[in-house]
């Protein structure tokens, strides 16, 4: 049986909701063969994230870690590559931070790969008819902040843990409000999660 643990975060930026943590609620209540869920929600805050994140890690022990966030104007959920020892806020977030060509981690790598296996990920979303792709850059944002703060953790402590960041885009519902931006229904968004997951940890098996 493996562990996950999903995060997503609280609505940001005026927003009402955060579509990653809709499909996380969504979805933990969900039985998926082999697979035991936690979830977590984390703050739109830079470092608080990243404490919150590490707070659920040494509670859950996951062998697996999927962080969600919202990435409003991408068409298709992006499974990220890398995450950037870099904060460069473009608006603030939840406590009215906005740090700019700050360092995530101070004497930290340049970067961290995701460990998943982002490819088989996304080639089993598509194959459930999701679009979806592999993005090579997460932001500068709490997102990036986020990813880039896990695994740091996990490399340092040089925990067995799998773990990585996918965003995905605005729900109708909050597309609504900004003028030709793309969608995506969260009965997809859940899909493509579940489908992702499954893919994930099936292939774990194998190592």
Request: with cysteine.
């Amino acid at each position: 049986m493996k562990r996950v643990l999903l995060t997503g975060f609280d609505p940001f930026g005026g927003e009402s909701i955060n579509p990653a943590w809709e499909v996380v609620k969504k979805i933990s209540g969900e039985e998926l063969e082999g697979i035991t869920i936690q979830t977590k929600q984390l703050p739109t805050v830079f470092n608080e994230a990243i404490h919150e994140a590490i707070l659920a890690i040494d509670k859950d022990r996951p062998d697996i870690i999927v962080a969600l966030g919202q990435a409003g104007g991408r068409p298709d959920i992006s499974v990220e590559r890398v995450a950037l020892n870099i904060n460069d806020a473009s608006l603030p977030d939840n406590k009215q931070q906005m740090p700019q060509d700050t360092l995530v981690v101070e004497g930290g790598p340049a970067a961290y790969f995701s460990t998943l296996p982002i490819r088989t990920m996304v080639e089993a979303m598509r194959d459930a008819g999701i679009p979806a792709r592999i993005s090579n850059t997460a932001g500068t944002f709490v997102c990036n902040h986020t990813m880039y703060g896990i695994l740091h953790y996990i490399s340092e402590r040089q925990l067995p843990i799998r773990a990585g960041f996918i965003h995905i885009p605005y729900l109708p519902e909050q597309a609504v409000h900004h003028q030709g931006a793309p969608s995506m229904g969260l009965g997809d968004v859940t899909l493509a999660l579940r489908v992702a997951l499954l893919a994930a940890c099936r292939l774990e098996e194998c190592r």
